[in-house]
């Protein structure tokens, strides 16, 4: 849990722009999402050790670094030379963005960051320096995505949410767009990026077209712009009671301590019948239900059915706690909010608030402990009907409740 060094002086972003560059960048990607956080991202090549998509050969590939050394990159594709692939094309509602042209548009994607400078703003400036190639080039909306555990940092540069969530093989993905000459939006956030866009022409003839077709992200800005005391009082509206006697995780806390975790989580909005986690998919996040209700389910989004949770409950505790993959699927039955709790937070928590850190631990393991006292009691139960009653042997699997 060591604070990530300081970048080197002579490190800078640089552009791949010849075949061994770019190859030492397919094999970095390959090094940080499949050797070492065990993905499986498209274009995955086991056999050269690379990662490398049809993508790559039409886009601009940049990486921060030196001679020596990769610490990140981020492809950036502009949408007048690249084709956004149809799946992405969909999930990006583009046709949504038909008023405006394909030199008008980009998408940031691929980005990956070794884990010794996970921690530091590597990622950041990588995305600061794309950001500055599009305003360059007049372009007015970047579009990307990422996970629930990474939404936080994307707002904070400046993009917004919009629509709805999708899933791909690395789980549940939240569509993303950049308003790059939107510079006012860029100071409500506190964007490091607005010292950059001031050196270019703004313009509120984007942002206002925006705010009529997607109206929803109004209210997204709001909440991810308030202080710590408005989202406090947004939580306590959301759950009908004060947080700490609605969400378990905050038992013991001040109310001080209570309000920076809670501020420094996400909240995001998925549709019915949306999947919120996969089994067998790796994660570091946990999940607190504002409003709405979760169907945990066994073998897929197709199977049985083995709990379901509401308002105030947490689901995804084990994965946040160990990295393990995902024991179940879990979808939602209803439209929910939910709170979105990264491990990384718990990181940070154990330097500047220590106790409330301990404190958040000792709790969860209280919520373990409890579920699998309940697991256990319902798999003695059911042994004990099983063995009371001929099942004809045919070998059906009788599960307790999963904790994923």
Wanted: proline share 4%; net charge negative.
């Amino acid at each position: 849990m060591c604070a990530a060094p300081s970048l080197p002086k002579n490190m800078s972003v640089r552009v791949a722009q010849n075949d061994a560059s770019r190859l030492r960048v397919f094999r970095f990607r390959h090094s940080v999402l499949v050797d070492e956080l065990h993905g499986n991202p498209p274009g995955r090549d086991d056999t050269n050790k690379v990662v490398r998509e049809a993508l790559d050969d039409t886009s601009t590939i940049l990486y921060l670094g030196s001679e020596h050394e990769i610490m990140g990159t981020v492809r950036l594709s502009y949408a007048l030379v690249t084709p956004v692939p149809p799946n992405l094309y969909e999930a990006y509602q583009l046709k949504s963005f038909d008023d405006y042209a394909d030199s008008d548009l980009s998408m940031t994607s691929a980005w990956a960051v070794a884990e010794r400078w996970r921690n530091s703003p590597a990622l950041a400036i990588l995305l600061g320096a794309a950001f500055k190639m599009c305003l360059e080039r007049n372009i007015l909306f970047d579009f990307s995505n990422c996970a629930p555990a990474q939404l936080n940092l994307f707002q904070r540069l400046g993009y917004r949410r919009y629509g709805p969530n999708f899933s791909d093989d690395s789980g549940l993905r939240v569509p993303l767009v950049m308003l790059l000459n939107d510079i006012r939006h860029l100071k409500l956030v506190k964007s490091p990026l607005f010292r950059i866009a001031s050196n270019f022409e703004s313009s509120s003839d984007t942002a206002v077209w925006f705010s009529r077709r997607f109206p929803e992200s109004n209210r997204a800005t709001a909440i991810a712009s308030m202080s710590e005391d408005e989202f406090w009082v947004y939580m306590t509206q959301q759950l009908h009671e004060d947080p700490s006697a609605s969400i378990p995780l905050l038992k013991g806390m001040s109310d001080n301590d209570a309000k920076r975790f809670i501020a420094a989580s996400t909240v995001i909005s998925c549709e019915a019948e949306e999947t919120v986690i996969n089994q067998g998919e790796l994660g570091n996040e946990m999940f607190v239900i504002l409003s709405g209700e979760v169907e945990v389910r066994a073998g897929g989004v197709d199977g049985r059915p083995i709990a379901n949770f509401g308002r105030g409950d947490i689901f995804g505790e084990v994965a946040y706690v160990s990295e393990v993959e995902r024991s179940a699927t879990v979808v939602a039955l209803t439209g929910i909010e939910i709170l979105v709790v990264t491990q990384s937070m718990l990181k940070k928590m154990t330097k500047t608030m220590p106790e409330a850190a301990c404190q958040v631990l000792f709790n969860l393991s209280v919520i373990l402990c409890d579920r699998l006292s309940h697991s256990t009691e319902t798999l003695t139960i059911e042994n004990d009907v099983t063995d009371s009653v001929d099942v004809g042997g045919n070998g059906e699997d009788r599960a307790p409740h999963a904790v994923t």
